[in-house]
């Protein structure tokens, strides 16, 4: 059986989650191995949830918002755009690759963005395989 | 605060104070309560405090199970010594505390955690400066000599907090814990006033920033400073200075010593309650207050952050959501 990687995709309610409808209702294939968290902003994404996300066994985390200057609260972006390098960095700490945590802003016009960027981070994950997160830790309870 | 009166007709407490992976500090953050340590042994029959009784494990064996009342450990759990010896207590003892960083959260030894036991054991036997050349030789948990094995503790994986191998009641934080703080929780449980079960005792519901004493202004900084870089402000916050402080995302209780000294917070006393992960909310607060829109830039100027990892997590890695580095 072949792995399919499982991703946890957090959307700003605003720009990014109407974009990944527009994606639906423009009848748009993509694959569907994402499951979508809306959120009012993508500021609400508190680095606890991208933990949480790769703890509990995601094999990978997207984060979308409404481009830069777009933001429905005038500045919520950029709060995600400012935690993204440091925490992308914590997490490579932790030995979680890159390919994982991702941000990318799509528009509520950018169904076919969205629908390419779910596909991009999809093939990537496959070849990188899945998450040992979720694994390791199930393992330290057992043995020393 | 005296706590002999009674004492002479009430039976004596019994008590154990443990390490585990730790330093020593913590045994001599009890020695720093002063002549208070006087009264806790006229109140108190110490049966087990390696650093300075001379109590040994089979005598702790001996006991009925609950002869204790109270177990103070200190240190983490990083071989198969401190996770017996913690087990063994946790049966002896009605009371078990963790005191301090690393039996609450992990510690310093929980750094460890972001490397393999394999790199550890090659860093601190074959590659260090320190260490004559040449020399194969790593410690292994069983060794035959001369026919006989000899056998040492198991060194782990990885670094665990207490409670991930015992039930833990009460959590006393800090590395060290403030003296006055270890007086109040002894006092407490001498009077038998005790929170409910799980409590984090010893430290207050507010944010270090909360006490703090430096005045606040609204905070934004193109660029961080380590601490040698710059002359602080004495008065001024030292986030606002770049300085990184670990001031908002630490429970306060310590009396605000490192910032009221010119340095800044380490975040010893762990997370504020309610807060799952320490690191992710300091991220959260260390970030917001770069000064820039240009995703190259707040590159830039996250770059003098070098091993925010080990800062964010300094005392608080292995109870973090991730735990540990999943690197082979």
């Given at each position: 059986?072949?792995?399919?990687?499982?991703?946890?995709?957090?959307?700003?309610?605003?720009?990014?989650?109407?974009?990944?409808?527009?994606a639906?209702?423009?009848?748009?294939?993509?694959?569907?191995?994402?499951?979508?968290?809306?959120?009012?902003?993508?500021?609400?994404?508190?680095?606890?949830?991208?933990?949480?996300?790769?703890?509990?066994?995601?094999?990978?985390v997207?984060?979308?918002?409404?481009?830069?200057?777009?933001?429905?609260?005038?500045?919520?972006?950029?709060?995600?755009?400012?935690?993204?390098?440091?925490?992308?960095?914590?997490?490579?700490?932790?030995?979680?690759?890159?390919?994982?945590?991702?941000?990318?802003?799509?528009?509520?016009s950018?169904?076919?963005?969205?629908?390419?960027?779910?596909?991009?981070?999809?093939?990537?994950?496959?070849?990188?395989?899945?998450?040992?997160?979720?694994a390791?830790?199930?393992?330290?309870?057992?043995?020393? | 605060?005296?706590?002999?009166?009674?004492?002479?007709?009430?039976?004596?407490?019994?008590?154990?104070?443990?390490?585990?992976?730790?330093?020593?500090?913590?045994?001599?953050?009890?020695?720093?309560?002063n002549?208070?340590?006087?009264?806790?042994?006229?109140?108190?029959?110490?049966?087990?405090?390696?650093?300075?009784?001379?109590?040994?494990?089979?005598?702790?064996?001996?006991?009925?199970?609950?002869?204790?009342?109270?177990?103070?450990?200190?240190?983490?759990?990083?071989?198969?010594?401190?996770?017996?010896?913690?087990?063994?207590?946790?049966?002896?003892?009605?009371?078990?505390?963790?005191?301090?960083?690393?039996?609450?959260?992990?510690?310093?030894?929980?750094?460890?955690?972001?490397?393999?036991?394999?790199?550890?054991?090659?860093?601190?036997?074959?590659?260090?400066?320190?260490?004559?050349?040449?020399?194969?030789?790593i410690?292994?948990?069983?060794?035959?000599?001369?026919?006989?094995?000899?056998?040492?503790?198991?060194?782990?994986?990885?670094?665990?907090?207490?409670?991930?191998?015992?039930?833990?009641?009460?959590?006393?934080?800090?590395c060290?814990?403030?003296?006055?703080?270890?007086?109040?929780?002894?006092?407490a449980?001498?009077?038998?006033?005790?929170?409910?079960?799980?409590?984090?005792?010893?430290?207050?519901?507010?944010?270090?920033?909360?006490?703090?004493?430096?005045?606040?202004?609204?905070?934004?900084?193109?660029?961080?400073?380590?601490?040698?870089?710059?002359?602080?402000?004495?008065?001024?916050?030292?986030?606002?200075?770049?300085?990184?402080?670990a001031?908002?995302?630490?429970?306060?209780?310590?009396?605000?010593?490192?910032?009221?000294?010119?340095?800044?917070?380490?975040?010893?006393?762990?997370?504020?309650?309610?807060?799952?992960?320490?690191?992710?909310?300091?991220?959260?607060?260390?970030?917001?207050?770069?000064?820039?829109?240009?995703?190259?830039?707040?590159?830039?100027?996250?770059?003098?952050?070098?091993?925010?990892?080990?800062?964010?997590?300094?005392?608080?890695?292995?109870?973090?959501?991730?735990?540990?580095?999943?690197?082979?």
């Amino acid at each position: 059986m072949t792995f399919e990687p499982r991703i946890v995709g957090f959307l700003c309610n605003w720009c990014s989650y109407t974009g990944a409808d527009l994606a639906g209702t423009s009848r748009i294939n993509y694959q569907p191995n994402v499951r979508i968290i809306r959120v009012m902003c993508s500021a609400r994404i508190d680095p606890t949830f991208v933990m949480k996300a790769l703890a509990e066994g995601a094999d990978g985390v997207l984060v979308c918002g409404c481009h830069p200057g777009d933001c429905h609260y005038t500045e919520g972006n950029y709060k995600a755009m400012r935690r993204y390098p440091l925490l992308k960095r914590l997490l490579s700490d932790y030995g979680i690759e890159e390919e994982r945590f991702r941000l990318e802003w799509v528009s509520a016009s950018e169904g076919k963005r969205f629908a390419d960027i779910v596909d991009d981070m999809t093939e990537r994950l496959r070849e990188l395989g899945p998450s040992r997160v979720k694994a390791a830790l199930a393992t330290d309870a057992a043995e020393r | 605060m005296r706590l002999r009166g009674d004492a002479v007709t009430a039976p004596k407490l019994q008590v154990a104070l443990y390490w585990g992976a730790a330093c020593g500090g913590c045994d001599v953050a009890v020695l720093d309560t002063n002549e208070f340590i006087l009264d806790v042994a006229a109140a108190a029959d110490i049966r087990l405090w390696p650093i300075a009784v001379d109590g040994k494990y089979h005598d702790v064996e001996a006991m009925a199970d609950g002869e204790l009342d109270l177990t103070i450990f200190n240190g983490a759990v990083r071989n198969s010594e401190n996770e017996h010896i913690a087990k063994l207590l946790r049966q002896k003892s009605k009371l078990m505390v963790a005191f301090g960083s690393c039996a609450h959260l992990g510690g310093i030894p929980g750094l460890a955690n972001l490397a393999s036991r394999d790199e550890i054991m090659e860093a601190a036997y074959l590659h260090n400066p320190s260490i004559e050349p040449g020399n194969t030789t790593i410690p292994h948990p069983e060794t035959a000599f001369n026919g006989s094995p000899l056998t040492i503790p198991q060194f782990y994986k990885r670094v665990y907090k207490l409670d991930d191998v015992i039930d833990v009641d009460y959590y006393l934080p800090g590395c060290p814990p403030a003296a006055d703080q270890v007086k109040a929780v002894l006092t407490a449980v001498v009077a038998g006033e005790l929170p409910p079960k799980g409590s984090v005792v010893g430290a207050s519901e507010r944010a270090v920033c909360d006490d703090c004493e430096r005045t606040k202004h609204e905070k934004k900084v193109k660029r961080f400073y380590r601490p040698w870089q710059i002359m602080a402000d004495p008065d001024s916050c030292l986030l606002e200075q770049g300085i990184l402080c670990a001031g908002p995302a630490t429970r306060s209780g310590c009396g605000v010593r490192c910032p009221s000294s010119g340095i800044p917070c380490r975040g010893c006393y762990g997370p504020l309650p309610n807060v799952r992960d320490q690191g992710a909310k300091l991220l959260s607060a260390v970030v917001s207050i770069i000064d820039s829109k240009d995703p190259e830039e707040i590159e830039q100027i996250v770059d003098g952050l070098p091993d925010f990892t080990s800062f964010a997590y300094r005392f608080s890695l292995p109870s973090s959501l991730l735990q540990r580095s999943v690197r082979p």
